[in-house]
């Protein structure tokens, strides 16, 4: 098992550009979702997955598009990267029930100029 | 609102001394308490949870956790410390099932220990 897999560790883009943040899980989890550290801050939940085709709103959405197309993978999309998005970035699953932990990516590291 | 506090942004111990890092919580209802370690670049990993039951959890690589409902209460500890330890520490909750926020896990800010050789 591979766990799950954050592509890519690091980024860095300029104002006004897009990217996506890939996020894959090897470990059959319902629960998919993403964060962001920053510093002082611990981690803000941006959009979660229930199961594929179901995603909603976390506490920091703004500016971030995700899909859940399949069980595995839960990209997140930047629109249009602005400074104050530079951060670090992980991707967690796990499995439905409320009492189960996460298991966390090792995170992408974005810098946006 | 529902929050987390991690009243110590630093926990220095020495080595073989008992550590404590404190989280309190304002959630509602009875929620579920996590505590989660990170190593420099590195993601987040499950040290132990409280779902129900006794109030002392036990967990990985020897720590502990105590819950105390009246002081909405889950401080992580650890007998004897190891240099090792030294990491990034977070407290989780998660709402518990059937309130409008039960997928929605809020952390704390973290706590750093640094335990001295």
């Known amino acids: 098992n591979a766990g799950v897999t954050q592509t890519p560790k690091f980024q860095v883009l300029k104002t006004g550009q897009s990217m996506t943040l890939q996020c894959a899980q090897d470990?059959?989890?319902?629960?998919m979702s993403w964060y962001r550290q920053d510093p002082g801050m611990g981690l803000r939940l941006i959009h979660y997955?229930?199961?594929?085709?179901?995603?909603d709103q976390g506490e920091v959405p703004n500016g971030y598009n995700v899909s859940r197309s399949t069980t595995e993978d839960f990209p997140l999309r930047l629109l249009s990267a602005a400074p104050s998005q530079t951060s670090v970035y992980f991707c967690?699953?796990?499995?439905?029930?409320?009492?189960?932990?996460?298991?966390f990516g090792d995170g992408t590291r974005l810098s946006i100029l | 609102a529902q929050s987390v506090a991690q009243p110590e942004d630093q926990v220095n111990v020495a080595e073989g001394n008992p550590l404590t890092v404190k989280c309190t919580y304002s959630?509602?209802?009875?929620?579920?308490l996590f505590w989660y370690v990170q190593y420099p670049n590195r993601g987040l990993q499950f040290l132990l949870k409280?779902?129900?039951?006794?109030?002392l959890v036990k967990g990985s690589y020897g720590f502990e956790a105590e819950f105390n409902k009246s002081q909405t209460s889950f401080h992580l500890k650890k007998p004897s410390a190891l240099v090792s330890d030294s990491a990034l520490y977070f407290c989780?909750?998660?709402?518990?099932?059937?309130?409008?926020?039960?997928?929605?896990?809020?952390f704390g800010t973290g706590t750093r220990l640094k335990v001295l050789a």
């Open positions: 470990m059959n989890h319902e629960y």
């Open positions: 989780a909750v998660r709402p518990p099932p059937g309130s409008s926020g039960t997928y929605k896990y809020i």
């Open positions: 409280y779902i129900t039951g006794d109030n």
């Open positions: 997955s229930v199961g594929a085709g179901i995603t």
């Open positions: 959630v509602s209802g009875n929620p579920y």
């Open positions: 967690a699953s796990s499995l439905q029930g409320s009492n189960q932990p996460q298991h």
